[in-house]
Antibody, heavy 121, light 108 residues
Framework: EVQMVESGGGLVQPGGSLRLSCAGS????????ISWVRQAPGKGLEWVSG????????HYADSVEGRFTISRDNSKNRLSLQMNSLRAEDTAVYYC??????????????WGQGTLVTVSS | EIVLTQSPGTLSLSPGERATLSCRAS??????LAWYQQKPGQAPRLLIY???SRVIGLPDRFSGSGSATDFTLTISRLEPEDFAVYYC??????????FGGGTKVEIK
C-alpha cells in the first residue's frame, strides 16, 4: 500500500529554521510530483510548494517564496522542505501529498498523516 | 492567483438528505478541479478529480459536475460517515495551486 510519512516537525522560535522530510514507499517515487500542503490550527488547506518527479521543476506559494526550499532525493525515496526565517503564521500541520503523475501538480491522491510545526517564542 | 469560493460555509442536514456544495473560481480552471473530504484529525481524502471523475471505490452517491468557473459536489443521500469538511482545489493554474475555504457538512 502506498505510504507517505512526514517527520521533522516541532517547536521553533520566530526567525528560526526547520527541515521537514517525507518518506514515500510502495510506489515508484520518481514517477510522481509531490507537494507540501499545510493547515493552520482550525483553518483550511493551503498549498505551500511542489516539485516534479525528476526534481527539475519547483513551485512555491507567494507566502513562502524565498524562505522555503523544496527538494527530493529519488534514490532514497525522500522529499524535503527546508524552512527558514519562520514566522508565527507558518504554524500549521504540514502534509506531503502525491500528485497523480510526474509532471502534474495535482490532484493529490495520497497524503501523509502530517507533522506539526509550531513557531513561537 | 485563482481564488476558489465555497458555499455555503456550513450545511446542516440529516442523514438521508441530499447535500449540494458549490465551488466558484475567480477565473476559468477548465475541468482541473478536485474535491476532498477531511474528517477531524485526519488527512484530506481525494474524492473527485477532473471535475466529475470519482476515485476508485468512491460510492456513487458522490458526484461532481461543472466546468470553467462553477462546480458542484452532490451527495445524493447522506450517510453518517459523510459528515465532514469538504474542500475544492484547482490544479490547472501555471502558478499556485489553490484550495477553497471549505464547506462543513454537519448533522442537523
Amino acid at each position: 500500500e502506498v505510504q507517505m510519512v512526514e517527520s521533522g516537525g516541532g517547536l521553533v522560535q520566530p526567525g528560526g529554521s526547520l527541515r521537514l522530510s517525507c518518506a514515500g514507499s510502495e510506489f515508484i517515487f520518481s514517477s510522481y510530483a509531490i507537494s507540501w500542503v499545510r493547515q493552520a490550527p482550525g483553518k483550511g488547506l493551503e498549498w505551500v510548494s511542489g516539485i516534479s518527479g525528476s526534481g527539475g521543476r519547483t513551485h512555491y506559494a507567494d507566502s513562502v517564496e524565498g524562505r522555503f526550499t523544496i527538494s527530493r532525493d529519488n534514490s532514497k525515496n525522500r522529499l524535503s522542505l527546508q524552512m527558514n526565517s519562520l514566522r508565527a503564521e507558518d504554524t500549521a500541520v504540514y502534509y506531503c501529498a502525491r500528485a497523480t503523475t510526474a509532471v502534474s501538480r495535482g490532484p493529490f491522491d495520497y497524503w501523509g498523516q502530517g507533522t506539526l510545526v509550531t513557531v513561537s517564542s | 492567483e485563482i481564488v476558489l469560493t465555497q458555499s455555503p460555509g456550513t450545511l446542516s442536514l440529516s442523514p438521508g438528505e441530499r447535500a449540494t456544495l458549490s465551488c466558484r473560481a475567480s477565473q476559468s480552471v477548465n475541468r482541473d478541479l478536485a474535491w476532498y473530504q477531511q474528517k477531524p484529525g485526519q488527512a484530506p481524502r481525494l474524492l473527485i478529480y477532473g471535475a466529475s471523475s470519482r476515485v476508485i471505490g468512491l460510492p456513487d452517491r458522490f458526484s461532481g459536475s461543472g466546468s470553467a468557473t462553477d462546480f458542484t459536489l452532490t451527495i445524493s443521500r447522506l450517510e453518517p460517515e459523510d459528515f465532514a469538511v469538504y474542500y475544492c482545489q484547482q490544479y490547472g493554474s501555471s502558478r499556485a495551486l489553490t484550495f477553497g475555504g471549505g464547506t462543513k457538512v454537519e448533522i442537523k
